[in-house]
Nanobody
């Protein structure tokens, strides 16, 4: 079992920045890949970014490449998402999630077994 708690969401203007943080607890945290997923109203969940359990491999959705950066610290059981140059289309509830078996390159939300409660990110135009 892994428990995940997100923080850091909020309201920001277009072009602004936010940093989301996720604290994890539970057994075998270091063996899970961790990701940030988001879901906008009326849309399916999307994997925004993810990192392998040792941090050696990362995934970014095309829509956030060059703007978002994922950080993982296994010594502190945390994973963060630095979001720069935010756009209105980034508005969504963002979830921290963990998974151990993946069909592809961390990009399928169905592969994440544990999710946090979510934090709202709103980007105003």
């Amino acid at each position: 079992q892994v428990q995940l708690v997100e923080s850091g969401g909020g309201l920001v203007q277009t072009g602004g920045s936010l940093r989301l943080s996720c604290s994890a607890s539970g057994t075998a945290f270091g063996t899970y890949a961790l990701g940030w997923l988001r879901q906008a109203p009326g849309k399916e969940p999307q994997v925004v970014s993810a990192t392998s359990f040792k941090g050696g491999h990362t995934y970014y959705a095309d829509s956030v490449k060059g703007r978002f950066t994922i950080f993982r610290d296994n010594t502190k059981n945390t994973v963060s998402l630095q979001m720069n140059n935010l756009r209105p289309e980034d508005t969504a509830v963002y979830y921290c999630a963990a998974g151990s078996h993946f069909r592809g390159d961390y990009d399928d939300p169905r592969d994440y077994d544990y999710w946090g409660q979510g934090t709202q990110v709103t980007v105003s135009s």
